[in-house]
């Protein structure tokens, strides 16, 4: 069954720190990982989109990392701000036998910025 | 914004009532897709329509009925819901359904059955 595991469920810093939030998947066979930001009271926003042959890339201050072999993905937030408090989702899709492909969601690491 | 609105924005319904979710998009795309997201856990998937033709159904329960005029607009029509189909909805949309593209989410509906 394919699964995304998102760690930690949540995590507070201090304005300014940096953070790493993980994303481990058993999807298969893997076609591309999205890493999306939800503000509260708001629907989610994507931040980055990698395919299999892509280890890094990055948004501003985001940095998202796959690691095809491993199974595993991060997302680095540098230099964190309060606007960065969301929930951020990892996002998993197969690469099916037709061009859709079936999302499988993680449930979310919640970051909370304190001043 | 992201170009997909809802309305309304919270709804607070009994179980034998008849409500209705919308759902707009501005973006000039094909697919449109509804999602319960409850406390605590991954999105669910409800229903994808592509070119307004429903393609995709995900075991949802027949008290939600979808329907998708034109390509711009989504609807979720609801009746004699319980309880635990208390969460927020999402809408959201992309250029088409290959695993490629973006979806684009709206803000939600954030439902309460009582």
């Known amino acids: 069954k394919n699964q995304v595991e998102q760690s930690p469920q949540s995590l507070i810093i201090l304005e300014g720190k940096n953070c790493t939030l993980q994303?481990?998947?058993?999807?298969?066979?893997?076609?591309?990982l999205r890493w999306y930001k939800q503000d509260t009271g708001r629907g989610p926003v994507s931040l980055t989109i990698?395919?299999?042959?892509?280890n890094t890339k990055s948004n501003g201050r985001y940095t998202a990392t796959l690691d095809a072999d491993t199974k595993q993905s991060s997302l680095h937030i540098t230099a964190s701000q309060l606007s960065d408090s969301a929930s951020y989702i990892c996002?998993?899709?197969?690469?099916?036998?037709?061009?859709?492909?079936?999302?499988?969601f993680g449930q979310g690491t919640i970051l909370t910025v304190h001043p | 914004e992201t170009g997909v609105t809802q309305t309304p924005r919270h709804l607070v319904m009994g179980m034998t009532n008849k409500k209705s979710l919308k759902c707009e998009q501005h973006?000039?795309?094909?697919?449109m897709y509804w999602y319960k997201q409850s406390a605590k856990k991954p999105l669910e998937l409800m229903f994808v329509?592509?070119?307004?033709?429903?393609?995709e159904n995900n075991s949802v329960p027949s008290r939600f009925s979808p329907e998708c005029p034109n390509s711009s607009h989504l609807f979720l029509h609801l009746h004699t819901l319980q309880p635990e189909d208390s969460a927020l909805y999402l809408c959201?949309?992309?250029?088409?359904?290959?695993?490629?593209?973006?979806?684009?989410f709206g803000p939600g509906t954030r439902l309460l059955v009582l």
């Open positions: 959201a949309s992309s250029q088409s359904r290959d695993r490629g593209e973006t979806q684009y």
């Open positions: 994303c481990n998947y058993t999807v298969s066979p893997f076609s591309n």
């Open positions: 990698m395919t299999f042959s892509e």
């Open positions: 996002v998993v899709s197969d690469a099916g036998g037709t061009s859709y492909g079936k999302l499988t």
């Open positions: 973006l000039g795309h094909n697919a």
């Open positions: 329509y592509s070119l307004e033709e429903r393609v």
